[in-house]
Structure formats: C-alpha cells, structure tokens
C-alpha cells in the first residue's frame, strides 16, 4: 500500500484516479479548495482534503505532503486570467515541488499536456499563452529538482471510454481520453522505469504497462 496525494483531487482526471488506486489498496489523499466537492471525492474512494494550495506557502504544503509516499500535481487554474494562470500552474506548483523536497517525499508525478515546452511556439497574443508559459516554466523547475520526478504529457484529451492502450513514440500530438490518463498515472506510480522521465503520450496500440516499462 502506498499513501499518494494528489493536488487537484476533484478534476475530472483525478476523480477516474482515485478509485484505481484505492482498489488495488493505496491510501488516497485528495486535495480539494471547494468542500463542496468532499462527497465526490469520498465516493471515488479518496479522502478530502480541504486546501487552498494557490494561497499556501511551502511550510503549510510541506505539512500536508509529510507521511505520504508520492505526489500527483493534477491541479490548474482552469482558464482563469493570465495572472491566475500563472499563480497556480507555476507558481502554486513549484512552492509544491520545493515542499515535497522539505518533506522528504522524493516522488512527484506532474500531469502537464504533450505540447509543454520552453519552445511551445504559442504566441503571447494568444490566449493560450499564459497557460503554455506556466506549464512550460513548471515542467522545467520540476527537471531541475532532485526530487524523483515523471512528467506525463497527454495529447487532446477526449471523455472515451478507457482502452487500456497508448502510443508513447509519435512526436505529434493526437488524442487519448482521460480514463487513459489516469491509467497512465497509476501506472507511472510504481513503475520506476518512470523515474526522470517526460512521457507524452497518445491513444495507441501499446498496453500503458508495457509502455511505461520499455519507453
């Protein structure tokens, strides 16, 4: 069993997490600003955790990461200003990687999409910009870590129903749904194959196990 903490523990991929990993026996804590949302994610099999981790500092986050095993950032500000956007994609989720380190929890899975690059190419008069330069900026402090990091870049991301399948090797962005993804996730969890890795993924032919294991 395996104590896992995931930041963003009510987002649409988070809430297709949750119960795989609390069938196959891991401790799942979710982190959640809204307590509205406690309910959704006790039903998913995860336990809430009420936190503003944009308003936290790195002792606070530090506290709630301790006695955990690994940390999932599934968190984002969701296409707020620019200024949000940067609060949270960036800025929110370095002071969480520095407080895992402060923590002593070594493993930290951040779910970014697969065109983040300090070279994504999207122009500052696009609206998207803001999101691509704090994905991009977290992506790279999260390499610059000593922290036992992966870094999960799925492509367009669809509400299919899970096939179990991915395509690890194409250098073009595609699609793959989000039960996918999660399955992804859970998969990096324990393959140490994952360790300082940046996987971008699409729907595929490979088996996501496989894939982890052999990319």
Known sequence: MARILIIGGHGKIALLLEPLLAARGDDVTAVIRN?????DVRDAGGTPLVFDIEAAGREAIAEVIAGHDAV??????GGGTPERTRA????AAVRSMDAAADAGVS???????????PQHGIPASNSFHAYAQAKADADEYLRS???DW???APSRLTFDAPTGLIDVTSENSDEVSRADVARVIAGTLVEPATIRRTIRFNAGDQPIE???REH
């Open 107 to 117: 493993r930290y899975v951040m779910v970014s999409y697969f065109g983040s690059s």
């Open 88 to 91: 949270v994609d960036f800025e």
């Open 145 to 147: 870590t000593a922290l």
């Open 150 to 152: 992966t870094v999960l």
């Open 35 to 39: 307590p509205d949302h406690a309910a």
């Open 210 to 212: 496989s894939a982890l």
């Open 72 to 77: 999932v950032w599934s968190a984002g500000a």
